[in-house]
């Protein structure tokens, strides 16, 4: 561009929500690529979010802003424990968000423990994704008095936990 026909861009402050409004609007002007001749751009804190992408890689930006269906710039979904019950051999849990979130990079993982203070969580195995709310696994043997309780975590953060009934 010459000097008379200089580009800039400014997108507010005000956390995620105004990243996820600068991601919104920008999203016709990624789609005409226009984005890739910007000459100014400032940014004030969640518009730093998305002007970040833009100054260190345009092209990267405006590829993923005209493909969103990756949720490259999404929150994972945060899965949500409802009840966790005995059934013959199995615990069955049903929740909120259990899906396969792959595609966002994090992975879901269930732990389960004795339900008895201090008892160390083990990673679960043989678990069964029976829908977008529902798991089951083995029941392990052990403790004797068969109490338990299980934990749902994402990228190996904890997001909920609960006794098993």
Do not use: H
């Not at 339900?115 to 043989?126: D, H, I, L, P, R």
């Not at 829908?131 to 083995?138: F, G, H, I, R």
């Amino acid at each position: 561009m010459d000097q008379d026909n200089k580009l800039g861009l400014a997108l507010s402050g005000g956390g995620i929500r105004s990243a996820t409004f600068s991601l919104g609007i920008l999203q016709g002007p990624a789609k005409r690529k226009i984005l890739t001749n910007l000459s100014y751009l400032s940014t004030v804190s969640g518009g730093g979010y998305i002007g970040s992408n833009l100054y260190w890689r345009p092209s990267l930006a405006v590829e993923t802003m005209t493909a969103l269906s990756t949720a490259t710039f999404a929150q994972p979904p945060v899965p949500k424990i409802i009840t966790a019950k005995k059934n013959g051999n199995r615990i069955v849990i049903t929740g909120e968000q259990f899906i396969d979130l792959k595609t966002c990079g994090k992975e879901l993982k269930f732990e389960i423990a004795p339900e008895a203070a201090g008892s160390a969580f083990k990673a679960v195995e043989n678990l069964t994704l029976v829908s977008a709310k529902e798991v089951s696994l083995d029941l392990p043997k052990t403790p004797a008095d068969g109490k338990f309780k299980v934990r749902v975590l994402l990228g190996g953060i904890e997001m909920d936990m609960k006794n098993v009934e």
